[in-house]
């Protein structure tokens, strides 16, 4: 490391984790991405054991205990596609099958022969696609083209080929092979610009200094009566980070027979759903108008898709709301449930999604680990999903 990132990174850690800027700062290329981190990753070290500000130390411990999760959310890795350049090698990846999207099927894009083309040699021609939007119009007939091997390809590269006919580019996969990919660099970085600049959240809650002290001192068993203590008297924007946070620890003090990999692995689906998701995910919304639904339901609102998804989120349970969040659950880590899980997930909340400043919430869950999606009509005809939330229950 040739800069002095530690003092730069104690004067700017409360700002986003000091993220992306570290790596401006630092004046990292795009191919020394993997380096890049691990230097961050060493100075939140390096600054715990020099720092003497209780803040900032307090910060460090937490940031290392999340395993560095800031360095998986939209900021940075929006920084970082930013940065991409092409890509010129194929890979191959890995297996899904049947995720279409309701609203197109490999079907809709068979050739129909015409009187030019009944007696032309029987060859392959590639299919053009007519969109208002750029993008859209790129990622639209790579994936048109591309149906024409989808039997023979991989969960991975079936997921864009859906993706992309029905106008959706998933900004979550930086890997080889992305959708990116398919753009030139002035129309990434146009669409990284804009998903960046628009991004803003709002914090819905902080925590007490005794409540800090007790979790960088690790008194686990102290901090879990002491949040007890605490949510008698809550606020309404106080209550739930307070209670999600009592519920975590509440489960390393009370119920961690279950996190024990030989009684872990043999739990069911809602089993995980019931002992760790469900009191985190009804306090979330706890205090606010929304309706939590769980189970297989189906959509109540006026735009049905009749998917069934376990996890609803709406305004009210007649007929006039749509839903504003889904999510949906599995076992455990897999990689063909995940894309089949998070296709499933945009295929029914797409039909909704027609104001460009409003961003839904997709939800996935696979064991101890939860991804937090957001969708949102990016430009007109183009649809954009980001990540915005990273979670992991350590065992």
């Not at 296709?343 to 999604?353: E, G």
Request: proline share 3%; glycine share 4%; net charge negative.
């Amino acid at each position: 490391m040739i800069w002095d990132a530690v003092p730069w990174l104690e004067a700017n850690f409360t700002k986003s984790n000091g993220l992306p800027e570290f790596f401006l700062e630092g004046d990292y290329p795009a191919d020394k991405r993997e380096q890049a981190e691990e230097e961050y990753k060493n100075t939140v070290k390096l600054l715990l054991d020099s720092t003497e500000d209780e803040v900032c130390k307090c910060w460090c411990e937490m940031t290392i205990l999340s395993n560095f999760s800031g360095l998986e959310l939209n900021r940075t890795k929006m920084y970082w596609r930013i940065l991409i350049r092409d890509e010129t090698s194929l890979n191959q990846e890995d297996n899904v099958r049947n995720i279409m999207f309701r609203h197109s099927t490999s079907i809709d894009f068979q050739k129909r022969p015409s009187p030019e083309t009944e007696a032309a040699p029987n060859t392959r021609r590639k299919v053009t696609i007519d969109e208002p939007n750029e993008v859209a119009k790129l990622i639209k007939e790579t994936a048109v083209n591309n149906l024409r091997k989808y039997d023979q390809s991989n969960d991975r590269e079936k997921y864009f080929i859906v993706c992309g006919i029905n106008n959706v580019v998933d900004l979550t996969d930086v890997k080889q092979g992305n959708q990116l990919n398919d753009l030139n660099e002035q129309l990434r970085r146009n669409l990284c610009d804009k998903e960046f600049d628009d991004l803003e959240y709002e914090q819905i809650g902080t925590l007490d200094e005794d409540l800090i002290t007790l979790i960088r001192q690790k008194k686990f068993v102290n901090l879990n009566r002491t949040l007890y203590s605490h949510l008698g008297r809550a606020t309404d924007l106080e209550f739930p980070v307070k209670k999600i946070i009592s519920h975590i620890v509440e489960t390393y003090v009370h119920y961690s027979n279950s996190l024990l990999p030989d009684v872990f692995d043999k739990l069911s689906e809602g089993s995980i759903v019931i002992k760790f998701w469900s009191t985190m995910i009804e306090a979330l919304f706890s205090k606010t108008d929304l309706v939590v639904n769980w189970g297989d339901t189906i959509s109540y609102g006026p735009e049905k898709t009749n998917r069934r998804i376990d996890l609803r989120i709406l305004y009210n349970l007649d007929k006039v709301s749509n839903d504003v969040a889904n999510g949906e659950f599995g076992k455990s880590v897999l990689e063909s449930k995940y894309f089949h899980d998070k296709a499933k997930l945009l295929n029914n909340i797409i039909k909704i999604t027609h104001d460009s400043s409003i961003r839904v919430a997709l939800l996935l869950i696979q064991g101890l680990q939860a991804d937090l999606y957001t969708i949102r009509l990016s430009e007109n005809g183009l649809w954009t999903v980001d990540i915005t939330l990273v979670m992991l229950i350590n065992k």
